[in-house]
């Protein structure tokens, strides 16, 4: 009876190790996981790129090989006046990548949006004419471009230009110029840095008419000799929204048109939604109310185990199709720095990535880990 007993408290004591362990995760780096398969990435915000959180750097330095500025490099804060450009923090980000031996990922040459006001006017607010605006773009592009050059290795040159119908977006550069602007745009990056990738990016891909919008216009592109090197999933998902069917047909469309498919902004919301199928249409914001944010205390054991199925099915598909895939880049390195704790709705609580506000692993990583091994 008494070695019985003895016997008990050692099971005990072993699972409480095991437990502690399992808490803190204390997982393979990432980088050497999926060295075979495609390099793993994260977003960048600046704080993080002056190393202001030594628990933050410690996961970076340890678990990742690729990074991209989360705003840093958008033309709002490189160009704020014309002519006049500020490479303060995207040059912080680019050395930091250097220093680390990382993947560096330019985001974003042309973008409708985070794009600074005096860009698509003139000096009594009117729209500029079509050459004007293709002369900023070409001027803009170049400046950036060139100042990296042999650097940063690939660029979202282009982001979300099609609507999910697969029509194209009107944004400004659209109305002004009209289709030629994603076009000029890769010629003009393709120009500053012959060696760099060059790359189109956008959300909701799986949506079959976007995806095959996004693949008619690249094939146009290509067709017409204008290199085109990858395309972006940028995979900002719900717990039951979009289908794995339409993720991977998604992925196998992109790879026929022979570029790289490329997981640029990986993250899943567990939070409801004010309207169905929430997009990442930054546009789209909503109001505050306590229903829409109902894991201020911790996330119940029921929707850690739907978010640790949602990743496990998404990275079988991503392992499936690792032939396929270059990158698979998370937007953000920790639940307490994601976006998604404010967007669609400001100040919710989200738990959107691998690992949680306490810079631990999430048990269901290391379940992903033994899939590739």
């Known amino acids: 009876m008494c070695h019985l007993k003895t016997n008990n408290y050692l099971l005990i004591a072993i699972l409480f190790l095991l437990t502690i362990k399992l808490n803190a995760q204390e997982i393979d780096p990432l980088k050497n996981v999926f060295k075979e398969k495609f390099l793993i990435g ?10 202001a959180n030594p628990k933050e750097q410690e996961i970076l330095k340890t ?55 005096w860009f698509f006017v003139d000096e009594r607010g009117n729209d500029v004419s079509r050459t004007v605006l293709i002369d900023r773009m070409k001027k803009h592009i170049h400046t950036v471009v060139s100042r990296y050059k042999g650097r940063i290795k690939g660029w979202d040159v282009v982001n979300e230009a099609v609507f999910d119908n697969g029509d194209w977006r009107t944004s400004k550069f659209y109305e002004i110029i009209g289709p030629d602007f994603m076009k000029l745009a890769f010629q003009f990056a393709a120009e500053a840095d012959p060696e760099a990738e060059l790359y189109y990016n956008d959300y909701n891909t799986a949506i079959p008419s976007k995806r095959m919008g996004i693949a008619y216009k690249i094939k146009e592109l290509l067709e017409a000799g204008v290199r085109v090197d990858g395309l972006g999933m940028q995979e900002h998902h719900g717990l039951d929204f979009p289908s794995l069917n339409d993720i991977e047909g998604t992925i196998i469309q992109f790879s026929s048109l022979g570029l790289n498919v490329m997981v640029t902004e990986l993250d899943i919301s567990v939070l409801p939604h004010a309207r169905a199928n929430q997009s990442a249409e930054i546009s789209n914001t909503d109001t505050y109310k306590n229903e829409l944010n109902p894991y201020k205390e911790g996330l119940p054991i029921e929707i850690q185990e739907r978010l640790a199925k949602r990743y496990t099915d998404l990275f079988e598909i991503y392992l499936k199709h690792a032939d396929k895939i270059s990158r698979v880049t998370f937007w953000g390195l920790s639940d307490r720095d994601s976006w998604l704790n404010n967007f669609p709705i400001q100040g919710r609580t989200n738990y959107p990535l691998w690992f949680d506000r306490s810079y631990q692993a999430k048990p269901f990583v290391q379940d992903i880990i033994n899939l590739v091994n």
């Not at 994260?42 to 190393?51: G, Y």
């Not at 090989?65 to 704020?80: C, F, G, H, R």
Request: aromatic share 10%; hydrophobic share 40%.
């Open 42 to 51: 994260t977003a960048l915000n600046m704080r993080q790129v002056v190393q």
């Open 63 to 117: 678990h990742f090989n690729s990074i991209v500025a989360e705003n840093a490099m958008k033309s709002m804060y490189l160009q704020p006046k014309e002519g006049k450009f500020n490479f303060s923090e995207a040059d912080q980000f680019v050395e930091f990548g250097e220093r680390h031996g990382m993947h560096i990922v330019g985001h974003t040459l042309i973008w409708h949006s985070q794009a600074p006001s």
